[in-house]
């Protein structure tokens, strides 16, 4: 059996080689990454769906790397989970994000709120609290203009502890949403546990998998009871006419997705909120 057990070891080390190696050389790549300046924001605008006005934008990470190129977020965040480097790349989303927003708020004379995206093992840290409130400090950001978006897995790790760290944020003036929603647990009763603001549906709760619209009702009566919880409701990754016709007669608040902007580097927000404001 020993043998055996040798033998399947090596007939897979090669492939196992080559995706540790691949995995390597992404955090090779990852560690200098902030010191060397490869990172970079995007906002995609937030709109009302009543007024179809631009209420908010989320940052998105961005990644050019010297020695990779272009690395998709998605990887980008799971190795810096995996690594602990989130924390260091959390720390400038946030602060580079709060920046950034007090630029475009004073260029252009009108409010507007930027959301960050805060991974699991940020909020987990004992200092993140603090770590906001100098974020707002240092920057001259007005508190109720950022929001911070959770997951729900961040959520329910500890949920006393995290209760109490959530309504430290809240008494700073920051809004707090849960991102992905439709995604993991997906049950409503657990969120009466934390005051949250926001409730961000994932494209998979509104799109099956298959392409079609969920079921009117069910999508209606889940952004009903949201409201009776005083939650607002944002559908993200709308694409197309029919799905933003359906999620405002489902009584939606407020959507995101390529339809009506793709997240954009900030000049390029900058001239596109122009232009929607003066269209
Ligand atoms: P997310 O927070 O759910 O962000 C929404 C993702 O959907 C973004 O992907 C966005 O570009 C994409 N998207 C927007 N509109 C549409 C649409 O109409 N259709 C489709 N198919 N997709 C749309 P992106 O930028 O690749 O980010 C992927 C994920 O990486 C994010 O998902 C978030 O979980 C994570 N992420 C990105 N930036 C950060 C960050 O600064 N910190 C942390 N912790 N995570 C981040
Ligand atoms: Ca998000
Ligand atoms: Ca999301
Ligand atoms: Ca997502």
Known sequence: AKRAGRNRYRFFEPAMTLAAQARMALEMALRPALARAEFELHYQPRIDLRTMNVVGIEALIRWNSADLGRVSPGELIAIAEETGLILPIGRWVLNEACRQTRGLIDRHGRTIRVSVNVSARQLAQPGFVDEVRAALADTGLPADCLEVELTESALIEDIPR???MLDELRALGVKLAVDDFGTGYSGLAYLRRFHIDVLKLDRSFVLQADGRISAFDFIKAFVDMAHALKLSVVAE????????DF????????????????PMPLLALEAWLVAATEG
Do not use: F, I, K, S
């Not at 999620?247 to 793709?262: H, I, K």
């Open 162 to 164: 995290t209760a109490a």
């Open 247 to 262: 999620l405002r007669a489902a009584d939606c608040d407020e959507v995101q997705g390529y339809l009506m902007a793709r």
């Open 237 to 244: 990754g709308v694409e197309t006419a029919e799905v933003l």
